[in-house]
């Protein structure tokens, strides 16, 4: 799924800078989007898997400050290149960046174990040796012909419903959603909202960029943190923290140098907050529909990402302040502490029972 979400990504891309119009690119980006969404979710689950309990945390993490680094970098090198080249040509070295990555990817990533020793694919004895052997594991002479987990699950998205699971599986659903309309309306207006504030352009930009700048320290933080600490709790801590700080932040925008640190640390916070959700989804859910589970909540993630500029943007039209905006969404981000703290009661009170 990895490798062909990131072949058929890097084809829309390089397509996308021959489109012949607005259609053709709008096609071309929404496939995009669909197969990013695929590498997403799939290296998350993947990751997970291979990942011991106490580092699980920061390699999730590390995961995450990899998009963020992409994101942040790719952002300014497509910047400077539209402006002396040309938006095709962005698409154009976009598209050929993503195939060195699927030759490395190709070469170097490893199966799912479970998908190996469970469905038992062509070569799979030989595809587990290999990895055995990455991991430093004794090699097997054989696989068993039944295993406790081979048996198909009919329905994954059932599963995600039965029992505890279900609420467990709302409630991420919440906290995801609520977090990401959150964070994107910061990442979103803060340019524009200081803008509006008598800023110049120029500085009004520099917040964003700062914003970013700070995500990039943020699943880091929260990676470290996390092989330290209860997970849960931990993220409890930075939504709280993110929505207090949005609130100060809302307040200061006159104040371009308080603005900018206060940004730098939302940043931090914010997207280490995201990280840690996208490390407690896999651990919901058991193998058999790991995948699915954290593919739908990110899913949900994304529609909060995706109203959160549109519900931002009428409100500012009906009157709205920006300081009320913020107080808002810090309200929001408080919404999904309280779902993250319920996710914890249900998880403590499965492991005393």
């Known amino acids: 799924m990895i490798l062909v979400s990131l072949a058929i990504a890097s084809l829309c891309m390089i397509f996308s800078a021959y489109a012949a119009n607005a259609l053709q690119l709008g096609c ?27 580092w699980r945390s920061l390699t999730i993490c590390l995961l995450s400050t990899g998009y963020a680094i992409g994101a942040t970098f790719g952002g300014v090198l497509a910047m400077y290149v539209e402006k002396r080249f040309g938006w095709r040509v962005v698409f154009l070295i976009g598209g050929l960046m993503s195939l060195m990555s699927l030759l490395v990817a190709v070469a170097a990533l490893s199966e799912s174990l479970y998908f190996l020793i469970n469905r038992k694919p062509r070569n799979c004895l030989r595809k587990i040796q290999s990895i055995r052997v990455k991991l430093q594991l004794p090699e097997l002479s054989s696989i068993a012909t039944e295993h406790p987990a081979s048996k198909k699950i009919k329905g994954a998205y059932a599963e995600l419903f039965k029992g505890e699971a279900g609420m467990a599986t709302v409630l991420l659903w919440i906290a995801l959603y609520c977090l990401m309309f959150g964070f994107y309306y910061i990442l979103t207006w803060t340019p524009k909202v200081l803008t509006n504030s008598g800023l110049s352009n120029e500085q009004g930009i520099s917040a ?44 200061s925008l006159g104040n371009l140098d308080l603005a900018l640190m206060l940004g730098l640390v939302v940043g931090i916070f914010g997207v280490g907050a995201t990280a840690g959700l996208h490390t407690i989804a896999p651990m919901i859910y058991e193998s058999s529909h790991r995948a699915t589970g954290v593919g739908l909540a990110i899913g949900i993630g994304r529609l ?50």
């Not at 909060?304 to 913020?326: C, N």
């Open 28 to 54: 071309l980006r929404f496939l995009t989007g669909i197969c990013i969404g695929g590498i997403l979710t799939n290296c998350n689950v993947l990751t997970s898997e291979y990942s011991s309990i106490k």
């Open 208 to 251: 964003g960029v700062v914003i970013n700048f700070g995500a990039m320290f943020g699943t880091i933080v929260f990676g470290f943190l996390g092989t330290r600490y209860n997970i849960k709790t931990l993220q409890v801590f930075f939504l709280l923290s993110t929505a207090v700080l949005v609130v100060v932040f809302g307040f």
């Open 304 to 353: 909060g990402s995706m109203s959160s500029p549109i519900v931002a943007g009428m409100l500012l039209d009906q009157g709205w302040k920006p300081t009320s905006l913020f107080f808002l969404v810090g309200v929001v981000l408080v919404v999904s502490a309280m779902a993250v703290v319920l996710m914890k009661a249900i998880s403590s009170s499965s492991a005393k029972n």
